[in-house]
């Protein structure tokens, strides 16, 4: 019974995060240290990193 809801939670949270992706990921590039984090972020991740550094030098 709790698994069931554990996922019901996640489902209703992953939802709502992606049906307002566009306004959360606004208001996350409106705010410069969240955007520094996220860059930072971004730039651990090895396929994401590769991606942007191959698509500044084209």
Same mark, same amino acid.
């Given at each position: ?6 996922? =019901? ?10 049906? =307002?992706? +566009? ?20 730039? +651990? ?14």
């Amino acid at each position: 019974m709790k698994i069931t809801k554990v996922f =019901f939670f996640l489902t209703v949270i992953g939802s709502i995060g992606y049906v =307002f992706r +566009n306004s959360i990921t606004k208001m996350i590039i409106s705010v410069p240290q969240l955007r520094k984090w996220g860059v930072r972020i971004a730039m +651990n991740i090895p396929f994401l990193r590769n991606k942007m550094i191959g698509s500044m030098f084209k």
